[in-house]
């Protein structure tokens, strides 16, 4: 398999460029995950998402309970940290947004929640894996670990694992791990599970996995066109994205909540 010998390759220049990696006062990082997520980064277009200043997204959103109808809605984001999705509920247009200060879900008529960003995968923006998982290991109090290849289903999977440090008080070193599952042959993030903790008690948490499928260039990053959201299994919904454009000009205070 290419990929791997290409992980080998790759690592001693990587080391040699990245000397704080090796101190001993930071978390190991496997030098194998940290060239596969600097791969998968290439592939997925680093170079065009660092002009990136925001992405606007109609999609069309399947709920996994069958009850429900197909829904359609925009996702808009702005820098790497916010975000904004508009859609319409049984309960009338709805909106959720992301932003420094924390999260907002509004359902139709009833009043604003507020939820931590803590309790979010990926901070908030999942249906990018660009603006969410792969800036992660960046961080070098982050631990990484290559588990090797796996399989899933009839195709096998390269295993990143990002161990983030500890968000939540009194929980341990680290918060719990987010798995990456990459494409071997392209490098394109194929799954991620995320922890998903209760807004209600940040303690309790739930994985989350998210299939990416359908990648499609768009000036010069490669974005994924269906996202599907599980929970143990369990279908959450599904994101089809119709149309993609980026840096729009959205407005800034789109992403902003006044409360009284």
């Not at 040699?16 to 030098?31: E, G, K, M």
């Not at 680093?46 to 359609?72: E, F, H, K, W, Y």
């Not at 990456?180 to 989350?208: C, G, W, Y």
Request: charged share 20%; proline share 8%; hydrophobic share 40%.
């Amino acid at each position: 398999m290419l990929f791997p010998l290409r992980l080998a390759c790759c690592a001693f220049t990587l080391i040699a460029t990245c000397p704080a990696a090796l101190s001993q006062s930071l978390p190991p990082r496997d030098p194998q995950a940290i060239v596969a997520l600097q791969l998968a980064e290439m592939a997925m277009g680093r170079a065009s998402a660092t002009a990136l200043q925001d992405t606007s997204a109609t999609v069309r959103i399947v709920s996994g309970n069958p009850d429900m109808p197909a829904t359609t809605g925009t996702i808009r984001t702005l820098g790497r940290d916010r975000l904004r999705t508009d859609w319409t509920s049984s309960e009338g247009a709805s909106w959720h947004i992301v932003n420094a200060t924390g999260s907002f879900l509004k359902l139709g008529t009833k009043e604003e929640r507020f939820i931590s960003r803590k309790s979010l995968p990926g901070g908030g923006i999942t249906h990018l894996p660009m603006l969410s998982t792969v800036s992660e290991w960046a961080d070098f109090r982050t631990k990484l670990e290559y588990l090797g290849p796996e399989q899933d289903g009839a195709q096998t999977f390269l295993h990143v694992r990002i161990l983030r440090p500890a968000s939540i008080p009194n929980t341990g070193e680290f918060d719990e791990p987010i798995e990456i599952f990459l494409d071997p042959q392209t490098a394109l993030i194929h799954k991620v599970v995320f922890p998903v903790r209760a807004p209600v008690n940040l303690l309790i948490s739930e994985p989350m996995e998210v299939v990416y499928r359908d990648y499609r260039v768009v000036a010069g990053m490669a974005v994924p066109f269906r996202v599907t959201y599980r929970v143990r299994g369990n279908l959450l919904s599904e994101c089809e994205i119709t149309s993609f454009a980026v840096n729009q000009g959205v407005n800034p205070n789109d992403f902003e909540v006044v409360r009284p």
